[in-house]
């Protein structure tokens, strides 16, 4: 079984910066893509990025230049760093890991986390 774990979510005002982890942890066979998404109640989930296995990531062009993802790969960990936060980027945020475990290690799935809500507000 392998568990996703979120912290750093919580409360900034706006232009401050906020940095989410997500860490995997279980029987874990190997670790694919890796992304961040978040969900404004009331609305549709939204991916914010998105990162390869080799480390090359996509944004959602709100977030471009703002943003960053990164992973540790030997702590099966993704990053998402936030700066320059404005008001509507107040969500939930989830990760979403792509992963196979060593129960099926053939068989990839997608992981949630539980979500980690963050309040950009002065």
């Known amino acids: 079984q392998v568990q996703l774990v979120e912290s750093g979510g919580g409360w900034v005002q706006p232009g401050g910066s906020l940095r989410l982890s997500c860490v995997a942890s279980g029987s874990i066979s190997s670790i694919n893509e890796m992304a961040w998404y978040r969900q404004v109640p009331g609305k549709q989930r939204e991916l914010v990025a998105i990162?390869?296995?080799?480390?090359?990531?996509n944004y959602v062009d709100s977030v471009k230049d703002r943003f960053t993802i990164s992973r540790d790969n030997a702590k099966n960990t993704v990053y998402l760093q936030m700066t320059s936060l404005k008001p509507e980027a107040t969500a939930v945020y989830s990760c979403?890991?792509?992963?196979?475990?060593?129960?099926?290690?053939?068989?990839?799935?997608?992981?949630w986390g539980p979500g980690a809500p963050v309040t950009v507000s002065s």
């Open positions: 979403n890991v792509g992963l196979a475990d060593t129960h099926s290690p053939d068989a990839d799935y997608w992981l």
């Open positions: 990162i390869t296995s080799d480390g090359k990531s």
